[in-house]
């Protein structure tokens, strides 16, 4: 029993000690290497950080919902790109031109409902027609994208509001805005996750969906609730990064959905349902973060990121294996 | 002879409804535009068909076996970065054995990862990817990668070339599928193949080294990646590091259209060629009737979705899903 209560334990404390080891690491690393005079635990550098985890990190709070599932969705990059798109572009629709700064709240509404929409299209048909959600937002991943394409062309959407920019710029007790959309979904998603019926309902789906079925749990509607709750929050992370810099290229947020899935992973969700913990993601967001922008402290080619998140991940998956096989061994005797 | 019920016509609309969807669709192209058949066109789009249908081949191994290979689209990258690079260096005849050395031990890295440590194949070939890809642009620098003098080599032949008049790329396509299709289906590793995927634990139990198996996979897949790098490095004599990205999910498409589950234990290599023709003429066609590039995006979504869907309906004899 103490195994089992312990393992969770160890797994969401051992991202967090992993954000600590890469901090000491490019802290230490950076006073060779570096070649600016700034420490890496510079104060400014830090508020950055947090606020470049933003556009991944609100994500992965739904990948890690729908990965708790059972599920996975590969259409987060595309969504992204489309209520990003919307955004931009509906501002200066003819039908809003009277509206002055009030077309900003306009706009941000049309996002953040196409990425419902675009949600709830992957989980209606992840429902209704019970095809694996790893083919069915394969599809979609390309579908939306190609409908990002047909909106524009390759021609980048942009548009500039002041009014806007300020709103994302500005600095609220030190934090930037960006970073206190992620400590909002953090928190309301932890919330979900750990206090409420839906949020007990999805581990249990994820863990036997045989047995939540019986339970008188309505898997279908569940699932498509979690498929539009990851678009809304797709397209969340759209508005908070484009309100800043005002322009979106069509091919915007690909390779998104490998990044949010290895923070989700490295925080120690299963990719087989049933475990998995907001806290944890939350650390493996840090985690990825912390190392784009250590790689590059200590001077190290951006290129290598790749090459390091990669290996990492193997890795996680590999120590990952090891704990459980000692939980179980541990169980039998 | 037996009279068909009308729910064995159900299932065989649902078996074969890929293949006559793909009849109404070249009917329909046809009609639109009559270049759509023709001898030049026909040939064309097989052409441009291979690099993905090369890869195709040996992710409908993986696939079969149970697994999936996401990494094939940085490792193509890859392996067209080598063999370009490697042409100036050491010259075509030694840079190609180079280059499938190199990639084949990325695909038996893989290979053992999954294989034999057991670890999750959707997680380890992302992490690849990724891995992959920072590897490419380190080995280039982050540059193009160019060859200096094109007029004079011969290694545009696996490209560029034609032979009996018929392009070289078409002939390896199909003289490759023709070679595995055979090893898959006449062979007892193909059919150790189908029993992994199909059942793991039966399949060990009945003696069949699973580990190892899985690891075969991993390496021709890796072989089919390097032959699609080769001919795209001859076709362009000069590529860019990001060549081969996105194209691991139109493979794992086309695979998936030929009718190959994910879960393992079915496909087969005519289907696949079937999955990357579907492919390639869906593409050629809406272009021919004047639709924008990006259309195919969309239709290719919709023609996967239905695939699937049919296909599983037909198995479980029900349209809509048991989902709650």
């Given at each position: 029993m103490q195994a089992g209560k312990m393992t969770p334990f160890i797994k969401t404390g051992a991202i967090w000690a992993f954000v600590v080891l890469e901090l000491i690491f490019f802290s230490v690393a950076g006073e060779f290497l570096?070649?600016?005079?700034?420490?890496?635990?510079?104060l400014d550098n830090m508020l950055l950080l947090l606020k470049q985890s933003a556009p991944i990190g609100i994500i992965a709070m739904g990948m890690t919902i729908i990965m708790i599932n059972g599920n996975i969705d590969l259409s987060v990059g595309a969504i992204f790109a489309l209520a990003a798109v919307i955004l931009l572009d509906s501002m200066s629709w003819a039908i809003f031109a009277g509206l002055g700064d009030w077309v900003i709240p306009v706009s941000w509404a049309l996002a953040l409902l196409t990425g419902v929409v675009l949600g709830a299209v992957n989980g209606l048909i992840v429902w209704k027609t019970g095809v694996d959600a790893f083919i069915v937002t394969l599809g979609s991943m390309l579908g939306f994208r190609g409908l990002v394409f047909m909106y524009n062309g390759e021609n980048p959407t942009s548009e500039l509001n002041w009014t806007l920019v300020d709103f994302a710029e500005a600095q609220f007790l030190g934090l930037h805005t960006a970073t206190w959309f992620l400590a909002a979904v953090t928190l309301v998603i932890w919330y979900v996750m750990t206090r409420t019926v839906h949020g007990r309902n999805a581990y249990a789906i994820g863990n036997n969906r045989e047995a939540a079925v019986n339970a008188g749990i309505r898997v279908g509607p569940h699932m498509m609730i979690n498929f539009m709750i990851i678009g809304f929050l797709a397209a969340l992370s759209a508005v908070v990064f484009y309100s800043e810099s005002g322009s979106v290229n069509p091919n915007d947020g690909q390779l998104y959905e490998l990044w949010v899935i290895t923070a989700v992973v490295l925080g120690g969700t299963k990719l087989t349902g049933g475990a998995g913990s907001i806290i944890g993601t939350l650390g493996g967001v840090l985690a990825i973060q912390l190392l784009r922008k250590g790689l590059g402290h200590i001077g190290a080619d951006t290129e290598t990121v790749n090459l390091v998140i990669g290996l990492i991940l193997i890795a996680v998956l590999f120590l990952d294996r090891q704990l459980n096989l000692k939980g179980k061994e541990e169980l039998k005797t | 002879m037996a009279t068909l019920s009308k729910q064995d016509i159900g299932k065989i609309l649902a078996r074969q409804g890929i293949l006559i969807a793909f009849a109404f669709f070249i009917i329909g192209f046809t009609l639109a535009n009559g270049r759509f058949l023709s001898p030049d066109n026909v040939m064309g789009v097989i052409r441009s068909s291979a690099i993905l249908g090369v890869m195709a081949l040996g992710v409908t191994f993986v696939v079969i076996s149970g697994n999936l290979d996401l990494s094939v689209g940085s490792m193509m990258s890859f392996s067209t970065i080598v063999v370009l690079d490697l042409h100036d260096k050491i010259g075509p005849a030694l840079a190609i054995p180079a280059m499938f050395a190199m990639t084949l031990c990325l695909g038996a890295f893989i290979g053992f990862l999954?294989?034999?440590?057991?670890?999750n194949s959707l997680i380890v070939t992302l992490g690849m990817l990724s891995a992959i890809h920072g590897l490419t642009l380190t080995y280039s620098g982050g540059k193009n990668m160019d060859i200096a003098d094109k007029d004079g080599t011969w290694f545009d032949v696996f490209g560029q070339g034609t032979a009996l008049g018929i392009p070289v790329p078409i002939l390896m396509f199909l003289a490759l599928a023709a070679l595995l299709g055979i090893i898959l289906a006449k062979t007892p590793f193909g059919r150790k193949v189908y029993a992994v995927g199909g059942n793991g634990t039966a399949a060990t139990f009945s003696g069949i080294k699973r580990a190892r198996t899985v690891f075969l996979c991993y390496l021709m897949s890796a072989g089919c990646v390097a032959t699609a790098g080769l001919i795209q490095a001859s076709r362009s004599l000069g590529s860019q590091?990001?060549?081969?990205?996105g194209l691991e999910l139109e493979v794992l498409a086309a695979v998936i259209l030929g009718g190959?589950?994910?879960?393992?234990g079915s496909g087969t290599i005519f289907k696949t060629v079937i999955g990357v023709l579907i492919l390639g003429f869906i593409q050629n066609g809406l272009l021919l009737v004047g639709l924008q590039f990006y259309v195919q995006f969309v239709v290719t979504w919709i023609i996967i979705i239905l695939a699937v869907w049919l296909d599983i309906a037909a198995k479980r004899g029900k349209l809509w899903s048991n989902i709650a």
């Open positions: 570096s070649l600016s005079d700034k420490p890496f635990m510079d | 999954v294989g034999y440590l057991k670890l590091n990001t060549v081969g990205q190959a589950s994910l879960l393992g």
